[in-house]
């Protein structure tokens, strides 16, 4: 069985490599000189090595094998891809890319925008990359785009070349062909075929990176040329090759020529944060229960809930953000006052996919421990809560008669379309503690908490161990236990995310490699 | 003239007392020991006090992990309203050893209306905020121990709402939505106590 799999993985290893007729490598151009960069097409998509990026960029590549995550450390900014997802995290800026990164055995792929989108960002370096020429462009070098046309006007050839930014050059003359030299390191150029052979044979790259060569027809007698501005900063370099048996008479400049168009200009790429695959987890709240005026629950110790929830919290943030990528937003960063309101309203403002309150527990008495995981109850809501739950509508009177069907609910109680996720949420949470944290004999339960009612999206409540229990008390304060609740909540965070997207069809995931 | 109408008038107090107390003690429900802390009052409202009726309340378990019902004997009280006084200020009271109250010490009842669709607002002193300890679980336990000791003994009451200090709240200490009048939840209720 083992090796009937492994065949077909093979096979499907194999079937890609016949896919991708190995596209024509990039050129790395950077203050070092010029290096090759091979792409693979996967799915369409062309894609970079990691591998070879970490050798040019020296990254840090890091597999996360629980989290099914990369994170990519460069010059100490983290990079998270997450496979199935077209999105990287920067530093916890989501960034999209075209496709999800691949897999084919060991070697990571990721889509050629990555360089440019996630790359640059953290390296804080420029990085062009330039599709049209195959060219990625490094820090400051000047790499000018030339495009150019010619144009056959009677007795001469016009060659027109347009350089962006303006470069300064030169013109000489060889034997049989003009030599265009750049103040650059390289050119991405883009050459015209000629239409004028007599006159002119070929335009082509020179024998040095930052030249042109025109090569000159039999007919030639002599040329001139001319500069002025062009499009975008650019400069427009005119030259009129001459017959040699006509007299030139040409008129000067090349006012009236039509400008050429520029190959479109690289897009920029914003960060597209609607463009997650559905079900996918691209914002949390994190909500550090109490705060401020509102102390919590206090230890026998001394130990306040509120300062517990907030460590906590500033914990999972950035575990959260480096782990999944995703943007992570605290109800509070500080030991300040946040209205049960606000802490709902900030998630549902800032569409968050998630929502996790951290509550330190209290018992009257002080044997009481264990963690314990809630989400919303109904049945204290009434009957119209639980007609939204279960997806009935209400008929409303329209305008020229008859009725609509719209779903009519309280903003306040927002969360009654959410049980059911919050419900699954909560037991991938209460599994993921029971791992790793004592928990309390009755591990989920359901209860009508205010902070949880208005938000718009699943979310649990956590009583992360009992503050109340001396040896719980010691055990909230400790970085191990913070650590292990941490870790937890991580993994619950993607076993929910792995299990609600498994219905969707996942974009490639190529290689069929070790999925978790 | 004056003797003789003294005395008659003694006789007949005598009478009405000695039937008052007959009557009385004739009540079934009368099965505790006299009333507690009555000391001098006077005339027909003392034995009427002493009547009782069983109700269940709640108090928190040994683990601190459930409510535990409880059967006690609680004050009669002349009606639904009344009854819903007597079995609230219990609720407030001392919990039975080895039991603990879930209600923090001092908390009082400042008032207690019951609307005609049975819902009852118990209005509660600052306490009941001020000196909760906190804690979602401890916060659910208060709660739900005077929800449910109102819906349970009370058929005419189905759902409570409580109030502090006259005024609607959003919570006790930040965790159970008292913004509704909350039905009665047997949820923490330990099932072998029931």
């Known amino acids: ?516 | 003239m004056t003797r003789r109408s003294l005395a008659i008038g003694a006789v007949v107090l005598l009478a009405i007392a000695g039937g008052w107390w007959l009557i009385a003690r004739g009540r079934p429900s009368a099965s505790l020991p006299g009333p507690a802390g009555v000391p001098g009052a006077a005339g027909p409202a003392a034995p009427a006090d002493a009547r009782k009726i069983t109700a269940t309340l709640y108090y928190v378990s040994e683990d601190g992990m459930s409510l535990a019902g409880v059967q006690r004997e609680v004050p009669f009280g002349e009606g639904v309203l009344e009854q819903a006084r007597q079995i609230v200020t219990a609720q407030l009271g001392e919990a039975p050893a080895p039991l603990a109250s879930a209600i923090p010490k001092g908390v009082k009842l400042r008032g207690l209306f019951i609307s005609s669709r049975g819902d009852a607002f118990v209005d509660l002193s600052v306490e009941a905020r001020s000196l909760h300890p906190g804690g979602a679980l401890d916060e659910l336990f208060t709660v739900y121990s005077i929800v449910n000791a109102l819906t349970t003994n009370l058929p005419a009451v189905t759902r409570v709402q409580l109030l502090i200090e006259g005024k609607e709240v959003d919570t006790l200490s930040g965790h159970v939505d008292l913004r509704h009048p909350l039905q009665r939840s047997l949820k923490w209720v330990q099932t072998s106590e029931k």
């Open chain 1, 1 to 516: 069985m083992f090796f009937l799999r492994t065949a077909v993985l093979l096979l499907a290893l194999g079937w890609i490599g016949a896919q991708a007729p190995a596209p024509a490598p990039y050129t790395v151009l950077s203050a070092d000189g010029r290096r090759p960069l091979a792409t693979r097409l996967i799915n369409g998509q062309e894609m970079f090595s990691l591998d070879e990026l970490s050798g040019l960029f020296q990254l840090s590549v890091k597999e996360d094998a629980l989290a099914g995550g990369l994170a990519i450390v460069a010059k100490g900014q983290t990079i998270v891809l997450t496979p199935g997802q077209s999105l990287a995290s920067v530093g916890g800026r989501l960034v999209s890319l075209p496709a999800a990164p691949a897999r084919d055995g060991k070697v990571w792929f990721v889509p050629v925008d990555f360089v440019a989108r996630a790359l640059a960002p953290s390296l804080g370096t420029r990085i062009e990359v330039r599709k049209p020429s195959r060219l990625v462009v490094v820090g400051d070098v000047r790499v000018p785009r030339i495009a150019g046309t010619i144009e056959p006007q009677g007795t001469l050839a016009r060659l027109t070349l347009d350089a962006a930014p303006a470069t300064p050059h030169a013109i000489v003359q060889e034997g049989q062909r003009l030599l265009l030299r750049f103040e650059a390191e390289a050119l991405d150029a883009t050459l015209p075929a000629s239409t004028a052979p007599d006159l002119i044979t070929a335009v082509r790259p020179g024998d040095t990176p930052s030249s042109v060569v025109i090569e000159l027809g039999p007919r030639f007698g002599s040329y001139r040329a001319s500069e002025m501005p062009g499009d975008r900063g650019g400069t427009r370099i005119v030259i009129d090759v001459l017959a040699q048996t006509t007299a030139a008479t040409a008129t000067p400049g090349a006012a009236g020529t039509p400008a050429p168009a520029l190959p479109p200009p690289a897009p920029a790429a914003p960060p597209l944060l609607d463009l997650v695959p559905p079900g996918g987890i691209r914002t949390i709240v994190v909500d550090a229960g109490h705060g401020g005026s509102e102390d919590g629950a206090r230890g026998p110790g001394g130990t306040l809930e509120k300062n517990v929830t907030l460590a906590v919290a500033r914990r999972l943030k950035s575990a959260l953000e480096s782990r999944l990528g995703v943007r992570v937003i605290l109800t509070r960063d500080a030991d300040a006052t946040v209205e049960l309101d606000e802490r709902a309203s900030l998630a549902n403002n800032n569409k968050a996919d998630l929502f996790v309150s951290l509550h330190a527990n209290a018992s009257v008495r002080g044997s009481a421990a264990g963690a314990e995981v809630f989400y919303l109850s109904l049945d204290e809501y009434g009957d119209q809560a639980q007609r939204v739950a279960q997806g009935e509508t209400e008929a409303v009177p329209v305008f020229g008669g008859g009725t609509r069907d719209v779903e009519v609910i309280l903003w306040e109680m927002a969360q009654a379309r959410y049980i059911e996720q919050s419900a699954a949420l909560a037991q991938a949470v209460e599994a993921a503690l029971r791992e790793r944290v004592p928990m309390s004999p009755r591990a989920i339960q359901q209860a009508p908490f205010r902070v949880l009612v208005g938000a718009n999206m699943p979310a649990v409540l956590v009583e992360m161990g009992f503050i109340t229990n001396a040896e719980q008390e010691k055990l909230l304060g400790s970085d191990g236990f913070q650590t292990s609740i941490v870790q937890a909540l991580v993994d619950s965070i993607i076993r929910y995310r792995d299990r609600t997207t498994a219905a969707v069809p996942a974009p490639a995931r190529a290689g069929g490699g070790a999925e978790r």
